[in-house]
């Protein structure tokens, strides 16, 4: 019987990697390919893009790139304060797991990987109970985006029904319905102590409940804190899309970057992805959303492949190196031995 879920189970994994991941990727990459090319005046846009690397605002590039770095070290801090209680970590440990958790998350659905990879840095005997510390960490994220959001919905309401995005009706059952689930989200998360309450109370899962005892010493100072840290990274992205939207000619002013990328980041947040197939989905999501002020979709294209490949991609590969050198520390402790 095991054999025959092991066997099931690496054929769906085939499946997935090899066919629908492929498949998804080409029908999604046409989409986006067919939105540059209907573009008016797409000669013009390929030529701003092209002067944009030969202007002074090259230096948006840059900052991009140093708000890389930030965007993952207050990750960094989040993580570290999260783990306290189970396992003092230092803050270059914690930036090295963090880093290692973005290498397995891009080839898993909605970025799950991540928490295999930050395990990796903590003591044998603490590892599975850091699983519901990451975990709560990213409901933090979570409830930030949900609430930046909807707020978002509600301001870009006018312009979205009147370009026929979506209709009144849908418009009014996404929006409570967001807001309803960032509600509930908020009140659990600041309830965490009744989840380990409510797993002791179900019939042999006494020898779980180790899994989850550590988020019950969660306080609200700590909870709080988590989430003001969530607000900043949401911040840092949005600054990041502003420093390159304009950088690629995508004329929108402060305000209506901050509620689109938004309002972005939240259909990104409900839409299963995987983060290899993210880079084309967001596009899309992107230029339809910010496409309600700006004309200029190969601007958005070129500032969202930029920002998908300088925070997910550059780290991945940093986290993969740090994990193949731990593999090579723990091998040679091995031989040691």
């Known amino acids: 019987m095991r054999g025959r879920l092991m066997k099931v189970s690496k054929n769906i994994k085939f499946f997935i990697n090899y066919f629908l991941g492929p498949v998804l990727f080409v029908w999604l990459?046409?989409?986006?390919?067919?939105?540059?090319?209907a573009q008016p005046d797409l000669g013009k846009a390929w030529q701003h893009v092209r002067q944009s690397f030969n202007s002074p605002l090259i230096w948006n590039l840059v900052i991009v790139v140093l708000l890389m770095f930030v965007n993952w070290a207050i990750e960094a801090v989040k993580w570290k304060i999260s783990v306290k209680e189970v396992q003092e970590v230092?803050?270059?440990?914690?930036?090295?797991?963090v880093l290692s958790g973005v290498s397995f998350a891009v080839s898993t659905p909605n970025r799950v990987g991540e928490y295999l990879g930050r395990v990796l840095y903590m003591k044998e005997g603490n590892r599975l109970k850091t699983i519901s510390?990451?975990?709560?960490?990213?409901?933090?994220?979570?409830?930030?985006?949900?609430?930046?959001?909807?707020?978002?919905?509600?301001?870009?309401?006018?312009?979205?029904?009147?370009?026929?995005?979506?209709?009144?009706?849908?418009?009014?059952?996404?929006?409570?319905?967001?807001?309803a689930t960032a509600i509930v989200l908020?009140?659990?998360?600041f309830r965490?102590?009744?989840?380990?309450?409510?797993?002791?109370?179900?019939?042999?899962?006494?020898r779980f409940v180790y899994l989850v005892e550590a988020i019950e010493h969660f306080d609200a100072t700590l909870l709080i804190r988590l989430l003001s840290l969530s607000l900043l990274r949401f911040i840092v992205f949005i600054i990041q899309y502003?420093?390159?939207f304009d950088l690629f000619g995508v004329n929108t002013d402060w305000w209506q970057t901050f509620w689109t990328v938004s309002v972005s980041f939240l259909v990104m947040a409900i839409i299963p992805t995987i983060s290899l197939l993210e880079l084309v989905q967001r596009g899309n999501v992107v230029a339809a959303i910010v496409g309600l002020y700006s004309a200029n979709i190969v601007g958005m294209s070129f500032a969202t492949a930029s920002i998908w490949f300088i925070n997910l991609v550059i780290p991945a590969i940093a986290g993969?190196?740090?994990?193949?050198?731990m593999r090579k520390i723990i091998s040679e402790k091995n031989e040691e031995v």
């Open 192 to 206: 965490l102590s009744w989840l380990v309450k409510w797993i002791e109370k179900i019939p042999g899962s006494r």
């Open 320 to 325: 993969s190196l740090l994990i193949l050198r």
């Open 133 to 179: 510390i990451t975990i709560t960490g990213s409901i933090s994220q979570l409830i930030i985006t949900l609430f930046i959001g909807c707020i978002g919905l509600y301001v870009l309401r006018p312009a979205i029904i009147e370009q026929h995005l979506i209709s009144s009706l849908w418009m009014q059952v996404i929006f409570y319905g967001v807001l």
């Open 29 to 37: 990459a046409w989409s986006v390919y067919r939105q540059i090319m």
């Open 186 to 189: 908020t009140v659990f998360y």
């Open 242 to 244: 502003y420093l390159l």
């Open 90 to 97: 230092n803050f270059a440990k914690a930036f090295m797991a």
